[in-house]
């Protein structure tokens, strides 16, 4: 996603091979009908990855697609398209900019609309959402595509985790959410069997759980270089470099993708070679999905002294020792126990600091260990499942951590009408001066 | 109670709806619990069984966000910050504690916002799947359960499988009472008018089962008997469809411009009252698929049938059925802005509506009354339309 | 004896009244100020001495707009969606849809035989309504009825991305001060407002012949900015201020004729211009 209007300079040579990943994503999606394969339109982050690849089904992301036309700030043809049949444009921008093209591309017969950008992506044979409880649109979505594709068959399962309330015990709610998960995982592998036509491989699917649990090591492991002074990545390049672990996982390419990225980021640590010269500022990205269309805004931060050596978006792993995960041999049970234990893992740390909450811990943790001086959140209109809950966030944290510089920026994920570039910078400006100020204090 | 029997009924919902919650808290002097829940999705068989006083939280439209703002995100569903803006506003200060159910990213993202700014002594957060197969009903039952051990922590009380099946009979028979109303808008011209009814829905919400359910067959007496005016003008018949609608502002711009609200689609109307709880040996089991199954909110998914038009007319032939029981001319769909459950929903739901005849007007708006004058122009130019 | 009736609209900023009999017989437009009541009666009154007639010799009075409640005198108020397609209907029998921009909305309309048969509104933000243009006119100095001449000569127009009316002022004035040419900047802005109404049009099943109304139909630059997008030209007619007042008119004839043809007669049941004499 690094093609935007106003090209960022990237501090890694990593995150510079990422637009060719992600066009080799939207190009496996159209060379599928020619190997024989599926393509399923696929949502990130539902704990479906190890089962799609293990059989053989290629995954067309929405996100992905949405995401590459917001950068080239070329989503607004869609968004109309969608917005033409009654789609409020107060909804995910991702899905009605994904269902503007579906529609477009069913009115053309089946054929790709005219300069999409990278080529687009290919009519699927399936969808498969769920309900995880990660955001309501990867349920409707499905059924909203459906709409113009009738015979495409759509697969919503279910996968929760339990709700964090401090005043009681999530490790007692675990096996019932581990159950349920393990059920609903099983339904999907029972859906790709009817609609590829092929029985799933059981044993290929526990070596991908291995290699995604091997891929989720070492992406923290890479992630962690960050915390050298100075960073030698930034958010900036993260959101470049979340790729292959949203896009790819349970393949090989993701992880020989961190590999390399690790090797570059050692390297850089060794030279003491920072993203900026004079690393002034160092920043967390508290929360919040980025403008895409606005990627340049961190090359704004970076002119300014800022930098950004975690953020909590797309951060969506973790070490999986510390999951501290029961042993199964259930490759279905071991998927359904990562993600519940990865959603819930900060529950209990947060439990012992009266007033706090698993999302502002994970936030201290990350000030504390990549020696952050300020957070920045960005809250996009269309997405209510990122963006509800930031101000309490800041609220708590301002609270049970101390007076710490906070932004909140306002945008959207696709939708650029309602950005402002002079407003947002004004806003940049002003955070930084504040942060300054902060510093000189304390120093 | 009396009242009601007494041919007050409307003079009683009235008051019940002017004066939201005004009897719960009578009945927390008293000396009773009182627990508020969010949505459709509030099982208040369990609530009953506990000895509790269940109360459905509204908002008021006519009302401006003035201090809600400034904990909770403005991309948050309107009516979700509208009632968190009441609460806060000390609205709700009698509550002993709520339960909000997971029914949509508004609510599931906001769960802390709301506990942690009203400190109630009692919370939960009641984690609903959204699909319906059957891992999802044995889930949603251990999630039942849970709920009902916070109850019993909190009250001190057990809550027997005989007290549960109790409350699943008052709350069946209470949805019998209110269809047993609903049909008296069948005839044309109705005997109960559209802002009456939301009136009698409303005050409904807000009482115990018992009360309710007296409440509900002392206005069907009062009005069984109504000499209605034959109609001069031929008012057009109109389904209201959406989710938490709750105020007479809307119903009166139909019913001003000619229009006749006869029919409802709504998350405290007909959805809440179609269908009852299976009483089963588990009456846990019962409830679950009621909630799970039977209730037709857009925040579960459907998918059960063997093509697209079969999910279809599994999702939405109820509003078919509705259609033709109650001869209805003409539906509004009514979506509050940033609502996605529904939201992606307009373009099937238009369609399928239309498809079969029934011309649709969809209107996206705010909770709120500041935007009505806006939307009369339409409900009058669609009942010209329609005429 | 010639029946004469009378349609009254009041839109946001424009007041227009129309006398018909056989034909037009009077048409008037004026400005609509804070004080509808009394503005309607002296559009009335005007309308009524270009006619030739006394108040009493007018049938049936509808009127129509967003202040139709306001005109004490009508004997009924039918919504400007109905009205613009029967008025529009009237004079250019081949449109089957409308696109309307008023002073404060815009609005969609198909129609079938002058019934309408499904319509789509916006009046939730000033992007695609004649008050972006008019912001935007006062911003560049650039007057309002020559804003459509200037954006003809551009060259290339300016992308205006925001939808915004504030936002959107911000980036022209930041466009203005990075040396964009003003007449690209007016193109571009109308392409930005021809852009939302198309996006709101679309939503219906449009079909030609096209026609536009309102005060956006005397703005050529911007008939020229939707005939790029709906890749067809548009019809204008003659008057289009005045379609919505005159689809009152004949909404009343209509129903007038409909009564008396079932045995009724509709008796007046407004109000006279009182008002109206008292300050005249």
């Known amino acids: 996603m690094a093609e935007g209007k106003k090209p960022r300079s990237l501090a890694t040579q990593a995150a510079a091979k990422i637009a060719k990943f992600v066009r080799g994503n939207m190009s496996a999606t159209l060379k599928a009908k020619e190997e024989g394969k599926k393509v399923a339109y696929a949502y990130i982050n539902d704990g479906q990855d190890e089962i799609m690849r293990a059989m053989d089904i290629v995954p067309a992301w929405g996100e992905s697609f949405a995401g590459v036309c917001a950068a080239k700030r070329d989503a607004e043809k869609y968004l109309q398209k969608a917005e033409a049949d009654n789609f409020s444009r107060s909804l995910c921008t991702y899905a009605t900019c994904t269902i503007g093209f579906d529609m477009w591309r069913e009115e053309l017969g089946g054929q790709t609309p005219p300069d999409a950008p990278w080529g687009g992506m290919a009519r699927p044979d399936m969808i498969i959402g769920s309900a995880q409880q990660l955001c309501d649109p990867r349920f409707k979505w499905p059924q909203a595509t459906q709409h113009y594709l009738q015979d495409v068959p759509v697969f919503v399962g279910n996968m929760y985790y339990p709700p964090w309330d401090p005043n009681r015990n999530h490790h007692e709610q675990e096996a019932i959410y581990v159950k349920y998960a393990k059920a609903e995982l099983l339904e999907l592998v029972r859906f790709c069997e009817k609609h590829t036509g092929k029985k799933m491989d059981w044993d290929r699917l526990a070596g991908l759980v291995d290699l995604t649990e091997k891929t989720w090591n070492l992406f923290i492991d890479t992630y962690e270089l960050r915390k050298a002074i100075p960073t030698p990545m930034d958010t900036g390049d993260a959101m470049n470099t979340m790729v292959p672990i949203t896009f790819n996982l349970a393949t090989q390419d993701a992880y020989d993708y961190y590999k390399d990225l690790n090797d570059e980021l050692i390297l850089k640590n060794e030279k003491k070679q920072g993203v900026i010269e004079n690393e002034k500022y160092r920043l967390l990205w508290g929360a919040g999905l980025p403008s895409w269309f606005a990627l340049g805004d961190f090359q704004y931060f970076n002119d300014k002294g800022a930098v950004f050596p975690a953020e909590v978006t797309y951060r969506n792993a973790e070490k999986i020792e510390r999951l501290d995960l029961p042993a199964t041999n259930d490759p279905l049970e071991r998927i359904a126990w990562r993600w519940v234990r990865f959603w819930t893992h900060w529950y209990d740390k947060a439990r012992k600091r009266p007033g706090s909450s698993p999302k502002v811990e994970r936030i201290i943790e990350y000030i504390e260990d990549y020696k952050c001086d300020g957070v920045v959140f960005h809250s996009a209109f269309s997405c209510r499942s990122w963006h509800a809950g930031i101000i309490h966030q800041a609220e708590i944290l301002r609270k049970v951590y101390g007076d710490i510089p906070i932004l909140i920026m306002e945008g959207d994920i696709v939708d650029i009408s309602s950005y402002n570039e002079v407003d947002t910078h004004n806003r940049i400006d002003a955070f930084i001066e504040t942060v300054d100020a902060y510093k000189r204090k304390g120093n | 109670m009396t009242q009601s029997e007494n041919g007050n009924g409307l003079v009683l919902a009235e008051k019940y709806y002017s004066q939201y919650g005004s009897r719960a808290r009578e009945l927390k002097a008293a000396g009773r619990k009182v627990i508020g829940y969010l949505t459709a999705l509030g099982p208040v068989e369990i609530m009953t069984a506990a000895g509790v006083v269940s109360l459905r939280l509204k908002g008021n439209v006519s009302e401006a966000i003035t201090k809600g703002d400034a904990y909770m995100e403005t991309i948050v569903c309107p009516f979700v910050r509208n009632v968190f803006d009441a609460a806060v506003k000390g609205r709700y200060d009698f509550l002993d504690g709520m339960v909000l159910p997971h029914q949509c990213d508004s609510i599931d993202r906001t769960d802390d916002v709301w506990s942690d700014t009203l400190k109630l002594p009692y919370w939960h957060f009641l984690n609903v799947p959204h699909v319906t197969d059957e891992p999802s009903v044995e889930f949603m039952k251990d999630i039942l359960r849970i709920f009902i051990q916070t109850l019993e922590e909190f009250t001190g009380e057990k809550i027997t499988d005989e007290a549960i099946a109790r409350a699943v009979t008052a709350h069946n028979e209470n949805r019998r009472f209110m269809r047993e109303l609903y049909a008296l808008r069948i005839t044309d011209p109705p005997l109960i008018s559209g802002a009456e009814m939301m009136k009698v829905l409303v005050a409904a919400m807000s009482l115990p089962v018992d009360e309710s359910s007296a409440l509900i067959k002392g206005v069907t007496d009062e009005i069984k008997h109504r000499e209605m005016p034959p109609s001069t003008e ?80 599994a999702r939405f032939g109820h509003m078919k059925q509705y259609i033709e029981e109650f001869k209805v001319d003409g539906v509004i769909l009514f979506v509050y802005k940033f609502c996605d459950p529904y939201g992606f929903e307009v373009p099937a739901i238009r369609n399928f509506i239309e498809s079969a005849g029934t011309p649709v007007l969809y209107l996206e708006d705010e909770y709120s009354i500041s935007t009505l004058a806006r939307l009369k122009t339409r409900i009058e130019a669609f009942l010209e339309m329609i005429a | 004896m010639e029946r004469y009736y009378a349609g009254i609209d009041i839109g946001s900023t424009m007041t227009k009244a129309v006398i018909v009999g056989e034909t037009i017989v009077a048409s008037v437009i004026g400005p609509t100020g804070p004080e509808h009541r009394k503005l309607a009666d002296k559009v009335m009154e005007k309308a009524l001495n270009q006619a030739g007639l006394r108040f009493e010799d007018v049938t049936y009075i509808v009127s129509t707009g967003y202040g139709r409640v306001n005109v004490p005198f009508a004997d009924r108020q039918v919504t400007e969606i109905t009205c613009h397609a029967k008025g529009l209907h009237s004079l250019l029998p081949t449109v089957k849809t409308i696109i309307d921009i008023g002073g404060q909305d815009s609005k969609g309309i198909k129609i079938d035989g002058g019934k309408v048969t499904s319509f789509v509104m916006n009046d939730k933000c000033a992007a695609g309504t004649g008050r972006f243009l008019e912001v935007i006119a006062e911003t560049l100095g650039v007057p309002l009825e020559k804003l459509g001449e200037v954006s003809l000569s551009a060259e290339s127009p300016a992308a205006i991305s925001n939808t915004c009316t504030v936002f959107a002022e911000h980036e022209v004035i930041n466009k203005l001060s990075t040396g964009e040419k003003i007449t690209n900047l007016v193109a571009g802005v109308h392409d930005a407002v021809a852009t939302r109404v198309y996006a709101l049009v679309k939503k ?66 407004g109000q006279g211009l009182q008002e109206a004499r008292l300050f005249s």
């Open chain 2, 234 to 313: 031929q008012g057009r018949r109109i389904m209201l469809v959406g989710d938490q609608v709750d105020d007479v502002a809307i119903i009166e711009a139909i019913e001003g411009a000619g229009g006749r609200l006869v029919m409802d689609d709504l998350s405290i109307g007909s959805k809440m009252y179609w269908n009852d709880v299976d009483a089963t040996p588990d009456p846990i089991q019962g409830i679950a698929e009621r909630y799970l199954r039977k209730l037709k909110l857009p925040t579960t998914f459907v998918g059960t049938g063997n093509n697209y038009q079969e999910t279809l007319e």
């Open chain 3, 204 to 269: 219906l099943n449009v079909e030609p012949d096209i026609a536009i109304t309102g005060g956006g139909a005397k703005n050529v630059g911007l008939v020229k900015a939707l005939e790029g997008k709906f890749g067809c030209a548009l019809l204008v007619p003659p008057e289009p201020l005045i379609t919505g007042a005159l689809g009152a008119a004949l909404v009343g004839k209509e129903r007038y004729e409909h009564a008396l043809g079932s045995g009724q007669t509709l008796t007046r049941s």
